[in-house]
């Protein structure tokens, strides 16, 4: 059942896009132009697509409730526990510590309680400094 209606659904959408793009716009529209007279004048076309675009959007609108109702209801959600931790399993390896902000308290008394780096043999700059 939920598989047809979503099968319904994406026709009413398809069918929603197809009168959407053949109204006529500022820019001219896709809509072909038609015999001068009956439902096809200039008017009874806009007046057609108009009411069919108001159904076909409430017809979406509320099949999109209605899916999301038959979606959510009468199924229970089960959770799949094959790959939870078993008892003798090698266990995930620890996370990386944070790096931390140079200008943090925590990096400043890092560095005064560090031993001072020896000066370098070519007498190049150390990095910490």
């Not at 319904?8 to 053949?22: D, Q, S, T």
């Not at 959510?72 to 399993?89: F, H, N, R």
């Amino acid at each position: 059942m939920f598989t047809f209606l979503l099968v319904v659904h994406a026709i009413i959408a398809a069918v929603l896009v197809g009168v959407i793009l053949m109204q006529k716009s500022e820019g001219g529209g896709l809509g072909t132009g038609g015999s001068p007279g009956g439902l096809m004048s200039a008017r009874g076309a806009a007046d057609f697509l108009t009411r069919s675009t108001a159904v076909l959007a409430t017809a979406f609108v509320g099949m999109s409730i209605l899916l999301a109702v038959l979606a959510s209801s009468g199924q229970t959600v089960k959770v799949d526990t094959s790959l939870a931790t078993k008892p003798g399993a090698p266990a995930a390896p620890a996370a990386a510590p944070a790096p931390v902000d140079a200008g943090s308290a925590a990096a400043i008394a890092a560095n005064q309680m560090a031993p001072a780096a020896a000066p370098a043999g070519n007498s190049a700059v150390p990095l910490a400094q």
